[in-house]
């Protein structure tokens, strides 16, 4: 795959109503491992996101060019209806695709994810703290960001899982380039994104909102966006932060499961 490529990597598991999972930053396909167990009935594309995994998409330079080649190559695999997974990162190009195109979403899966910041003030300081990161990584390496930002207060109640997990979560951190977390920084970095929080309200597929309750900004983010949403529920686990399918993936698992149960695809 060429710099220049567009394509993402992709991985098709399992049959049934179709499921694409979209990873947060720093993550890959990968991410999704262990909850594949119970969405055994399903049809899961799982993809790398630009800068991410096998992806490289360097010419992709928006969150809407993101949006616009997912659906090129949903299209391409003859997919046109399917649930959207989106954690973090991935949630908020959930949201971004969604909102261009509505009519392929049937229901909307949003871990730790937030619709933009509020104000331009707010997106031009993200804006130049996403680009300072990114000056960063490509200055200092991987290893050293890694370093940093397992060490964020995001990922705090990450230091209580076991030494194996801790360590499988640092390798695929470890597995990126620096160019591809700067590119994708600077690309779909959360100052780079639109604000959707006034279109929240032309969403109407249903829409299942999950976050850790120890991760206090976004069970307060994802609160708000409950109320901006027509259909919309929201879950708070206990005793996990952030990366809720990280940290406790049966119930992360389980908690989709039975959302997708009670929400199925007719035609």
């Known amino acids: 795959?060429?710099?220049?490529?567009?394509?993402?990597?992709?991985?098709?598991?399992g049959n049934g109503e179709p499921i694409v999972l979209l990873h947060g930053f720093?993550?890959?396909?990968?991410?999704?491992?262990?909850?594949?167990?119970?969405?055994?009935?399903?049809?899961?594309?799982?993809?790398?996101?630009?800068?991410?995994?096998?992806?490289?998409?360097?010419?992709?330079?928006t969150m809407?060019?993101?949006?616009?080649q997912l659906r090129k190559q949903l299209t391409e695999m003859n997919i046109y209806k399917f649930h959207l997974v989106g954690y973090s990162m991935g949630g908020r190009t959930a949201i971004h695709f969604a909102n261009e195109f509505p009519d392929m979403v049937?229901?909307?899966?949003?871990?730790?994810?937030?619709?933009?910041?509020?104000?331009?003030?707010?997106?031009?300081q993200r804006q130049q703290n996403d680009k300072d990161l990114a000056n960063y990584i490509l200055q200092n390496g991987i290893e050293d960001f890694v370093d940093y930002w397992e060490n964020i207060p995001l990922f705090l109640s990450q230091k209580e899982l076991s030494e194996e997990k801790r360590q499988q979560i640092?390798?695929?951190?470890?597995?990126?380039?620096?160019?591809?977390?700067?590119?994708?920084?600077?690309?779909?970095?959360?100052?780079?994104q639109p604000s959707f929080w006034n279109d929240l309200k032309q969403f109407y597929m249903k829409v299942l909102l999950v976050t850790g309750e120890k991760d206090l900004k976004f069970v307060n983010i994802n609160k708000n966006m409950r109320e901006k949403f027509p259909n919309a529920a929201l879950t708070v686990c206990k005793n996990?932060?952030?990366?809720?399918?990280?940290?406790?993936?049966?119930?992360?698992?389980?908690?989709?499961?039975?959302f997708l149960i009670r929400n199925p695809i007719t035609t």
């Open 106 to 124: 049937h229901s909307l899966i949003l871990e730790s994810a937030s619709p933009g910041l509020f104000s331009e003030l707010e997106q031009r």
């Open 64 to 68: 809407q060019a993101c949006c616009n």
């Open 170 to 192: 640092r390798n695929e951190r470890l597995s990126h380039q620096p160019e591809g977390l700067a590119h994708s920084l600077q690309s779909m970095g959360t100052g780079a």
């Open 1 to 13: 795959m060429s710099l220049d490529d567009k394509a993402l990597h992709f991985e098709v598991v």
């Open 26 to 61: 720093t993550g890959t396909l990968n991410t999704w491992e262990s909850i594949k167990t119970y969405l055994h009935g399903y049809q899961l594309i799982l993809f790398d996101l630009p800068g991410h995994g096998c992806s490289k998409g360097y010419t992709l330079t």
């Open 240 to 258: 996990v932060g952030h990366a809720v399918h990280v940290e406790n993936p049966q119930i992360f698992g389980k908690i989709v499961e039975e």
